[in-house]
C-alpha cells in the first residue's frame, strides 16, 4: 500500500508499506507527524498561514486522487516486481519523473472533480 500526500508543487511524503503492514491508527498518526514536519520543512508559507499543519482532506494538498493513481497503475501495468525493495526503487523513480506541470494540473482539475461527485449523487463515474 502506497501513502502518498501531495500538493500542486509535488509530493510533500510518502511511505510504501511493507507488503505485510496494514494501516492502523498509530501508523496513521505517526505518517501525520512526518507530513508535518515534511509540509515544515518543504512548506513553510503553510505554518505562515496556519500554524500548522493542513488536515489530511484538505483542497489544498491531496493525499491521493484518481490522477495520481491512474497515472501509477497505468505505468505499472507492464511492471512484474520479485521484491519489496524493487518495488520501493520503482515508486521513488517514478514519483521523482514527475514534473510539478503533473501535480499542478490534477489540483487545478479537483474542482471540476468534486462537481462531477456531487452531479453522480453517488453513482460510479469515470
Known amino acids: 500500500m502506497l501513502c502518498i500526500w501531495w500538493d500542486q ?4 511524503y510518502y ?5 505485510s503492514k496494514t494501516i492502523t491508527g498509530t501508523l496513521y498518526r505517526t505518517q501525520l507527524m512526518i507530513l508535518n514536519r515534511a509540509l515544515k520543512e518543504k512548506r513553510p508559507q503553510y505554518y505562515s498561514r496556519h500554524d500548522k499543519p ?3 482532506y484538505s483542497p489544498d494538498i491531496a493525499p491521493s486522487d484518481y490522477h495520481f ?12 516486481f520479485s521484491s519489496y525493495e524493487d518495488t520501493k526503487k520503482w515508486v521513488d523513480l517514478w514519483i521523482a519523473s514527475k514534473d510539478k506541470e503533473f501535480f499542478r494540473l490534477e489540483i487545478l482539475t479537483l474542482p471540476e472533480r468534486w462537481k462531477k461527485v456531487v452531479a453522480s449523487d453517488g453513482q460510479y463515474f469515470d
Open 9 to 12: 508543487l509535488g509530493v510533500e
Open 15 to 19: 511511505k510504501l508499506l511493507n507488503p
Open 54 to 56: 493542513h488536515p489530511p
Open 69 to 80: 493513481f491512474w497515472s501509477m497503475a497505468h505505468a505499472l501495468s507492464e511492471e512484474r
